[in-house]
């Protein structure tokens, strides 16, 4: 006898209902920060909370990012893990890729952008595609492969491996990759790595992620579920409003003073590595032989990167830059648009 139907909440079904139109939900926060983005400019702005006889200075970016995390470590089911290590070619060929693909695009994309007039020969933009490819696989991605029969214990594994090891990973690729860069930008990008390497990636990374997990490990299954229920639609919010944060940033910098060479080159920059990345991906699953569900898995976590804590980082370390989170934001919305032709690909098969 099957077991009686659950009526959903009302706040499981307005989160079902925001899943379904995600990549809408993008474009309108986008259009948000396009028409109104002074909300947004002050959000990004560091502020100060009193705090006894000193101040605790707050920025809304990392705390919404942390947020978001946090949600996916939450969501993290250790038994499929356990699982998923027993067999974890996967998950290597997953991780493996995940590094590999920065070294074989970025040199790539740094050829293109030789070739245009800009005076540091895209110096600029190649920075902010180097942050984008050396973060770890976006938590964003476990959400594509819920709504379809995907893997999502690889799915889930790939983003909480990658998560856990960018203290490690993530300056390994930015410190090979910085020799492209002209001497102002190789400077700057020197010392990101080393900021990936301590308080952003274990703060506002690692943290996050770990502490949703530990929380699913510990507290009771009835409590556990409470929280999952509260949490993971105020996090599918607080990733829109980054969104719209970031956008702010850097679309309020383009209609002040408008770059329309700059625009056209940080989309074509950011469809180029979204292109290259998706397809590297793809074509690992094939040679690996996965089946289907897991091979979409795969060719997600190479072509979805965290690109929430990309734009974090990158207006954390240029903050007078902000026109360099356009590529930045170009690709998290073409990802999020390639995603869903893997997804649905995926389901034909």
Known sequence: MPPPHVPYSPTQQATAWLRRRLGRAVVVSYATALLLPGLGLWLRREHTLPLGPSVLPVSAAPLLLSLVLFSAGLQVSVRELGRLLRKPTALLAGLAMHLLIPLLVIPVVAFVLRQSPDTDGGSGLITATILIVAMPVAAG???????????????????????????????????????????????????????TRGAFALVSVVLPCAAGILCRITLPPTWCSRVVAGVVPVALVASLVL???????????????????LFCAALLVAALVCLLSFTLGRAAARVLRLDSPTASSLTLACGMNNSSASAVLLTTTLPDKPHLLLPVLAYGLLQKTAASRVVAAASRS
């Open 141 to 195: 991605a476990t959400v594509w492969t819920g709504k379809r029969d995907g893997d999502q214990p690889t799915m889930v594994g790939l983003v909480l491996a990658s998560t856990l090891l960018s203290p490690l990973t993530a300056p390994l690729v930015i410190r090979v990759l910085t020799p492209l860069l002209s001497h102002d930008y190789a400077t700057t990008l020197s010392t990101t790595a080393d900021t």
């Open 243 to 261: 969104t719209y944060v970031n956008a702010s940033g850097a679309l309020g910098s383009f209609l002040t003073s408008p770059r329309p060479l």
